[in-house]
């Protein structure tokens, strides 16, 4: 079923996230599942750490970095329209490419510092959405699962100061079905939750989307082995800000303009 989009953004905007069940389906859910498994290896045998202290308290947790190089299904999950539609209509047709990782949390595994991940890319004042997230689920999300935990309402905070000191019993969890994308306002300030299951985890990709004059998370040019790069079309590289100069934004701007030069003078 094809999704609500205004519902969607109506929600996000008013509860700083939106739950969208079905946004892949079994085999899509699979295909993705596979490739995710191997990415995880790949990371091993790359050299890179799958766990991160400046991220998470203890090693229940697994990091993947750098999905678009992994496998093609995660370039296809960057653009699938639903994913972009979304984050078009809230950062601009000019949307960019952040981020793509995942967080596995494995039974044991314990909540990260409370964050909002624009908090964590621009300065305050935090006026409008600069990013946002789209969280695709390999697994269902639930509080016993280490199901990621929001703040209500925090993503109307505009600074570190509004963030209560402490937190007490405010936070609530996301529940969402394997194969559900969650689409979460950069401004929402979240953690990822507890998993006291014996042997469940629980996979969760966040495709980080921001406005074009956000610095990305990642340098894509640098980070993209050749072979993916060569592999891009025009949009995809738009996307992800890399390739020739036809993405220097800005440009189309100029000839926009209506300012009369005809009769200016120059002294
Ligand atoms: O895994 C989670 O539930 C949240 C992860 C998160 O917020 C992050 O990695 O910044």
Redesign the pocket.
């Known amino acids: 079923m094809q999704p609500d989009l205004p519902e969607i953004l109506d929600e996000v905007q008013e509860t700083g996230f939106c739950v969208v069940p079905d946004m892949l389906d079994p085999a899509r859910l699979a295909r993705v599942r596979k490739a995710f498994g191997t990415a995880v290896e790949e990371m091993k045998r790359r050299g890179l750490v799958v766990f991160d202290p400046r991220?998470d308290p203890n090693p229940h947790?697994i990091?993947v970095n750098n999905l678009p190089d992994m496998d093609p299904v995660f370039i296809e999950l960057l653009r699938d329209p639903n994913a972009l539609a979304i984050a078009r209509a809230l950062l601009g047709e000019t949307a960019l490419v952040s981020n793509f990782?995942a967080?596995v949390?494995l039974p044991g595994s314990a909540s990260?510092n409370l964050?909002s991940?624009q908090a964590?890319i621009v300065p305050e004042p935090w006026s409008e959405c600069w990013v946002l997230?789209v969280?695709w689920c390999l697994d269902e999300?639930r509080p016993d699962n280490?199901?990621?935990?929001y703040l209500p309402g925090s993503h109307r905070f505009r600074r570190r100061e509004d963030v209560p000191a402490d937190i007490g019993k405010a936070l609530r969890p996301?529940h969402a079905p394997a194969g559900a994308f969650i689409v979460m306002e950069g401004r929402l300030w979240?953690?990822?939750?507890v998993n006291v299951t014996k042997d469940e985890s629980?996979a969760?990709l966040?495709a980080l989307y921001g406005r074009n004059f956000v610095r990305q998370q990642m340098n894509w040019e640098a980070l993209l082995s050749d072979g993916t790069k060569q592999a891009l079309d025009k949009e995809m590289q738009a996307l992800l800000g890399i390739g020739p100069l036809g993405n220097v934004y800005g440009v189309d701007l100029i000839m926009q303009s209506g300012y009369d030069l005809q009769s200016a003078e120059v002294l």
């Open positions: 991220l947790n990091r990782s967080n949390a990260m964050h991940d964590l997230n969280i999300v280490g199901g990621t935990l996301f979240h953690t990822s939750g629980r969760l966040f």
